[in-house]
């Protein structure tokens, strides 16, 4: 059976090229398009990978990280930020806010599915 | 008091020299945000325009080539080894041709984030004119209350400042790092 992964990204663009990507690659893919949606659809099913960005209305990629990290089925879980930010004040808070891992925009999907696998298999 | 009983000189001239300067470099800072963001959306558009430009010549040409073969396999044909050997080498240039449209397809979430820049500095610039406008009025009947003023525009740029939005820093379209943690 193949691993899922949650998408979050208020960039309906964006999203489809999660989207293609991660399916050539064999993953199943949830999209949600914000923090808010994300926290939603992740609590409704468990996801084995959750994809992130950082800025987006209503609830940020790092409040949302805060709160799946909050919830006993998303402890051990790899969560990976995608955002145009590579500062490393913000970097530094996403790690502190329990992320696996920092993918700066704009990505590239060979690299993308390469660190995917290396975490989920 | 009107504004037309001060006399040169008067306390009321420091006071808007104070107000100039704080208008200027409110509005000055908005725009110059303004301009970095045209230039880097521009810088983004060219890259990315280039890379897709790019990936879309590079697709068609390996599509042209792999129909070759393929042409060639069936009217003639050509040894098993041979033609997968070419197949399997234009499947990989198309594959990274793709994955090079991908990367370049992902300027439309950077130049949002400019256009939202741009789109909160020019907010900024008309609140700016739109508290001189509200203060105009009781500037001409109750005279030159103009500390206030002052200071009203001040409390809004630092307000800007602190929520401005992060700007954006890429200045093309070659993909980012990984970190993992």
Known sequence: ?121 | MNAGDLAPGDNASGQAADLFAGVAAHGNWHLNEVTRDLVQMDALLTAAIGKLTSAFLSLHDAVERQQAVLDQSLRAGCAAAECNETLQQLRDEIERQVAAAVTGLQFQDMVSQLVGRMAGHLTGVREIFGTLDTHATAFAIHGPALPPLTERLAQHGATVIAHAPRPVVQHGMEHGDIELF
């Open chain 1, 1 to 121: 059976m193949s691993k899922t992964i949650l998408a979050v990204d208020d960039s309906g663009s964006l999203r489809q090229m999660l989207v293609f990507s991660l399916k050539a690659a064999g993953y199943g893919v949830i999209e949600a398009v914000d923090g808010r949606d994300g926290l939603a659809k992740a609590k409704k099913q468990t996801v084995d990978l959750v994809l992130t960005d950082q800025n987006m209305p209503g609830m940020d990629g790092l409040s949302l990280i805060r709160a799946l990290r909050g919830m006993k089925k998303y402890q051990k879980v790899p969560i990976l930020m995608l955002t145009t930010e590579s500062d490393d004040a913000i970097k530094a808070e996403g790690r502190a806010a329990g992320a696996t891992g920092w993918l700066v925009k704009p990505f590239d999907p060979d690299r993308l599915t390469e660190v995917v696998q290396q975490l989920i298999g």
